[in-house]
């Protein structure tokens, strides 16, 4: 689904990830590479090839957008101990098969314990908001004057559904008048459920669709 935004064309995809035509720019919010090591290490039983999942979905956005660049939006990494050797080594091979791909890294909360990605993904880190044209790309969901802010940080989600029991929680976009919050992109991470305001977009990510939320 196509939308506009800070006078810039973006394609929601239902792989939890928005994408610029214009600027042949994939956009991903919270990857959180390394969380299931990381909880595996702190003795939690957690599902294993989740980093392997988010690769994969990468490799598919790649393949049907023809983006050049990769922006993440913050939380690449999920914590330092989660830059397992297996980890490590998954990302670099990924990345070995999409070398012509920048990929730009604003840092975001998690990234500032996890530390900046290894020199060999080759990724470019920036501590604050990255312009371009109409936009602020960012983390933290938080207007700028000027731009219209895409970020991500929040996780958001929606409850669909009547009686509790049957209630689904399905990630989402919501965009605000001035700030647009795109769902969690990484394979093993939590939502949030939200509360839009009057006015406010919400796009709900299911299956193989995007789908406008009515108010």
């Given amino acids: 689904m196509d939308i506009e935004v800070g006078g810039a064309r973006l394609r929601l995809l239902p792989q939890r990830a928005a994408f610029l035509p214009d600027h042949a720019t994939l956009l991903i919010a919270d990857a959180h590479i390394g969380k299931a090591v990381s909880f595996r290490r702190l003795g939690v039983p957690v599902p294993r090839g989740t980093t392997g999942e988010t690769l994969a979905r990468l490799d598919d956005l790649l393949a049907g957008t023809g983006a050049h660049r990769i922006v993440f939006l913050g939380d690449l990494l999920h914590s330092a101990r ?125 299956g193989d669709a995007v789908r406008l939320l009515p108010a």
């Fill in 82 to 206: 989660g830059r397992g050797q297996a980890t490590i080594d998954a990302v670099t091979a990924w990345r070995r098969r999409h070398a012509r791909v920048e990929l730009t890294l604003i840092r975001g909360n998690h990234d500032q314990h996890a530390g900046d990605p290894p020199a060999c993904w080759g990724v470019e880190v920036l501590g604050g908001p990255l312009r371009l044209g109409g936009l602020a790309l960012t983390h933290h969901p938080e207007p700028l004057t000027g731009a219209y802010v895409l970020a991500g940080h929040l996780h958001p989600a929606v409850l669909l559904g009547g009686r509790a029991h049957d209630r689904l929680r399905l990630p989402c976009f919501h965009f605000g008048p001035t700030v647009g919050v795109l769902p969690a992109f990484g394979a093993f991470t939590g939502m949030h459920v939200i509360a839009p305001a009057p006015g406010d977009r919400v796009f709900v990510a299911a």
